[in-house]
């Protein structure tokens, strides 16, 4: 069974701090995907990133990046300098795959508070 | 110009009413889905639809019915509403599979469910 864990319920910093989110996953496939949603308080969710279980090269967009390592089934998301627009549930999600789809299990999320 | 779409974004009625919540997406995707996100923001699929052929159907009370007429459209009807159903429902979409590739799903603004 696929299992995603996000320890952290919530975290809270200051302004221009930077912040990682964890995520740590348990599956039998070898071919997987990750997934990284953010949900602010509007209550829509929005897609960050896709990653493949063979590409374990970091990536970064902006202020955010991830780091995906297969040694230790770990998905991390950090955030550079935070701002108060980054205030929002965070949610990863690992892809399992049905005939034309992908069904994705989430993890319990973590709520990130921006303070200024 | 909105990617996928929900109505209505809030619904309030009362136990053992039957209701409908209507999902249209303009992404060109092959499939959809439907997620429940209960009060502790835990986020877990109910079904999917791959060219309109159920594909995804987890453990889910059979008050539950999902419809698609048509690729760009999943609709969720719900009988004899009960407390435990208010939540916040989420559709979403996305390509189909290629190969050992999946896709990122795009979610709607949800429809909260309220039911007294």
């Known amino acids: 069974a696929q299992k995603v864990t996000q320890a952290q319920t919530e975290i809270s910093v200051v302004e221009k701090e930077d912040v990682t989110l964890d995520c740590v996953y348990e599956?039998?496939?070898?071919?997987?995907?990750l997934f990284w949603y953010k949900q602010p308080p509007s209550g829509e969710l929005v897609f960050l990133i896709r990653?493949?279980?063979?590409?374990?090269q970091n990536e970064i967009s902006g202020r955010y990046s991830w780091n995906f390592q297969k040694s230790t089934s770990s998905f991390n998301f950090t955030i550079t300098a935070s701002q108060v627009v980054d205030s929002a549930v965070y949610f990863c999600?690992?892809?399992?795959?049905?005939?034309?789809?992908?069904?994705?299990?989430f993890g319990t999320g973590t709520q990130l508070k921006v303070e200024l | 110009d909105t990617a996928v779409s929900q109505t209505p974004k809030y619904l309030v009625t009362q136990m053992g009413n039957d209701k409908s919540i209507k999902c249209e997406q303009n992404?060109?995707?092959?499939?959809m889905y439907w997620y429940k996100q209960d009060s502790k923001k835990f986020l877990k699929i109910m079904f999917s639809y791959n060219n309109k052929e159920l594909i995804i159907n987890e453990t889910v009370p059979n008050r539950f019915s999902p419809k698609s007429p048509d690729k760009a459209h999943l609709n969720l009807h719900i009988n004899s509403l009960e407390l435990g159903d208010s939540a916040v429902y989420f559709c979403a979409s996305s390509q189909s599979n290629s190969g050992s590739r999946r896709y990122e799903q795009y979610f709607g603004p949800g429809t909260r469910l309220t039911v007294t």
């Open positions: 999600a690992l892809s399992e795959a049905v005939a034309g789809g992908n069904k994705l299990t």
């Open positions: 990653r493949n279980s063979f590409d374990e």
């Open positions: 992404l060109g995707h092959d499939t």
């Open positions: 599956t039998r496939d070898t071919t997987y995907y």
